[in-house]
């Protein structure tokens, strides 16, 4: 089909009007010529017919698809980039080969129906992409054991000397290197859909509505693949209101004050320690707010280290003058520096992402002695751990404002989604106790906690374990508290410490820093001591002294 003509019906499409306003008319013209230089008209074409199959859905987008006004103007996205002033670049890029995402989250108890959707409505000619899962040294290390003979449950981190005999010692180990990188099974992508135009080929089927493709192989083909993904947090919101995002206000003072004192337990994607103490730190005032708190925090997920000092260290100030925020951030500072458009810039971001040493030097020739050199390089090399652009995080940031906003307003109501929908990183026990409190939970019962939490991982009355308690000195606490989440985190090369959540009673928890790492699998209480700290409107002790504990020892005390 004539490319224009594509473009034709993509512009029939436009479920919005384009403003009246120059740079939205110079934005439309930049785009629509990437999309029929590149032969992208199908592929939105393809996700608004999609959407016209779950109008009975919400949906929100994920990734950089809201970077794009033809997305906003077909109704893919509710995301203006041209009032939110973010580039193209990041999304579609004629400088690059590979074709851009439109990954889209639905609630995720009906992410099946919406998948089910497509294949009724292409039949034969859609199926789910496969994941490749590889063998690593554990699981390498685990096979070679097992075809060696190796009998029974193997323990985790079990020496080959435990469970085969010496002479087959260098077998295993040869076996484990010569499994690592080698494929162990398929399994079905997490919500990655292809689309034919004709019959998937039957060379690649793999079961009912899944081929033999791989997400890489999928972009080595150059298959436009669709991701239909699972948001547990819509799911809960939509439980509440089915209002649009779009719709809640960008202030509300309830709102403000509930982020501000870091009351995010059941908060889905806002929830966790550090982003409770980062809306601490940043006395969160506004949906735009969150959108900055989400691009800060979920990033720097696969980097322990800095993590772990973010729980003591987050400084709004510092935060917001020394930190690229968005990767189009990273964008705008390259074309800034070397006076280049925004494509050039964002291959510059690229190499920097993906760590292309080649090209990291050859950008540092370009800059020169630069009198930014340094601080730009800082920011730059940080790049690896991002993982958001500011369209992402904006969709995720009015997710957790509009989530925030009905805990604050309709509490009941919040914690009854909660409890049916959300599986958070705190102990079961912890979303219960918290909706009793909000009278979403009634808790007739009294005594027995103990008893019921080792049977059921939470319990029936309204009181919190007789024992948990603070005991609070100038300077010092002395706790017993049920750990409510944990994590261990890289502190430095060989160090680690742990980072605990403990319930000390009714709507009380404590933050703890534990100098080493430590797991509460089958000891779920922790008594300790410690120095209290107290920074950027959080506190946090830091333990010197501590004792994990089952359950039995201390379900006797009243």
Known sequence: MDRYIELQQLVNQFRRELPQDQCYADRLAEELELIRDQNFSRHFLRVREILDLTTDIPHITRGSAGSSLVCWLMGISDLDPVAENIPIARFMNPKRDDLPDIDLDFPHWQQLTVMNRIFKRWPGQSARVSNYVMYKEKSAKREAAKRLGAKGTLKRGFEFSQVLPQEEIAEAERVTAKLMGKKRCISKHCGGILIFDRAVPRSLINGENQILLDKYETEDLEHFKIDILANRGLSQLWEIDQRPLTDYPEHDEMTSALLGRGDVLGVTQGESPAMKRLFRALKVKSKSDCTLATALIRPVATQGRRKANAFQDWSADTIQQDTVVFEDDAITMIADILECDMYTADMWRRAFAKRNEEKIYEFMQLIGDHPKRDSVLSALRELSHFGLCRAHATNLGRLIWALAYQKAHNPEQ?????????????????????????????????????????????????????????????????????????????????????????????????????????????????WGKGRLDFTNSSECVKVYKSKRMKLQDIAHID
Request: with cysteine; glycine share 10%.
């Open 414 to 526: 919040f914690w009854r989604a909660c409890l049916k929908h959300c599986e958070g990183s705190y102990s079961r026990w912890v979303y219960y106790q918290e909706a009793k409190l909000a009278g979403a939970v009634h808790a007739p019962l009294e005594g027995g906690e103990c008893e019921e939490l080792a049977r059921t991982g939470r319990w029936s009355s309204g009181r919190f374990i007789p024992a948990c308690t603070e005991i609070r000195r100038p300077g010092e606490v002395e706790f017993l508290g049920l750990v409510a989440n944990y994590r261990v985190f890289k502190s430095g090369a060989k160090d680690y410490i742990t980072f605990a959540t403990l319930g000390t009673g009714n709507g009380r928890y404590l933050d703890v820093i534990i100098p080493h790492a430590i797991s509460f699998a089958d000891q779920p209480i922790l």
